[in-house]
């Protein structure tokens, strides 16, 4: 069964800075998505990021950058010049393709605090 | 947002009644999802369709039940509400292919079981 680990419950970032959350999963599919979703204080969850396992270059999408590591099964997410409004709780996930479900499994989350 | 809607978006209800949550598309999208959301959990997977009446179950179904009549409505009923089921409860629909497997999410119904 795969399973999606985020080790870090809380963390906290000066605005500007930048911060990494860490993301492992563990799988022995070779193909697959992995995502990550940011859950503001509104509760709506908003896709940041797709990665597709089969591409080696990471993904970015403007101030979001993952590094993925296929052989070590870790996908973070790097925030670079962090805003407040990038306060959230954030989730990767994970998804089989080849399930033909398109089920995801998501992390427990880690709550991201930027101070002003 | 996927023209997902979900109702009622918050319920208080007593043990041991009977609760049915909505979620609505309007984009005639095959896959939908009932995920909950609970503190230290992040979302589990409750139930899930992939086809009108074409149901499955996921890792938390225990206690849950799905219909799916028609391919815009999504129904999760609790047939006896515990408190143990308290917890936010999110909709989602896969567009599998022509968006890379994305997921859109519900805005969430928030369900108290006194």
């Known amino acids: 069964a795969q399973t999606v680990t985020q080790s870090q419950p809380e963390m906290s970032v000066q605005e500007a800075e930048t911060v990494t959350l860490s993301c492992t999963y563990d799988?022995?599919?070779?193909?697959?998505?992995l995502f990550w979703y940011k859950q503001p204080p509104s509760r709506q969850m908003i896709l940041v990021i797709r990665?597709?396992?089969?591409?080696?270059q990471n993904a970015t999408e403007n101030r979001f950058s993952v590094n993925f590591q296929k052989a070590a099964k870790s996908f973070s997410l790097k925030i670079s010049d962090s805003q407040l409004g990038d306060t959230a709780m954030y989730f990767c996930?994970?998804?089989?393709?080849?399930?033909?479900?398109?089920?995801?499994?998501f992390g427990t989350g880690t709550r991201l605090k930027v101070l002003a | 947002d996927a023209g997902i809607t979900q109702s009622p978006r918050h319920k208080v209800t007593e043990t041991g009644t009977p609760v049915t949550l909505r979620c609505h598309q309007t984009?005639?999208?095959?896959?939908m999802y009932w995920y909950r959301q609970d503190p230290g959990h992040g979302l589990r997977l409750i139930h899930y369709?992939?086809?009108?009446?074409?149901?499955d179950k996921g890792e938390v179904s225990d206690g849950y039940s799905v219909s799916r009549s028609k391919t815009e409505d999504f129904l999760l009923t609790l047939e006896s509400a515990t408190s143990s089921q308290t917890s936010v409860y999110f909709c989602?629909?896969?567009?599998?292919?022509?968006?890379?497997?994305?997921?859109?999410f519900g805005p969430g119904t928030r369900l108290t079981v006194l």
């Open positions: 799988t022995s599919e070779s193909n697959y998505y």
């Open positions: 996930a994970f998804m089989n393709t080849t399930s033909g479900t398109y089920k995801y499994i």
């Open positions: 369709s992939y086809g009108v009446k074409d149901t």
């Open positions: 990665q597709e396992a089969y591409k080696q």
């Open positions: 989602a629909i896969s567009v599998a292919g022509t968006r890379k497997n994305e997921q859109f």
């Open positions: 984009e005639n999208h095959r896959y």
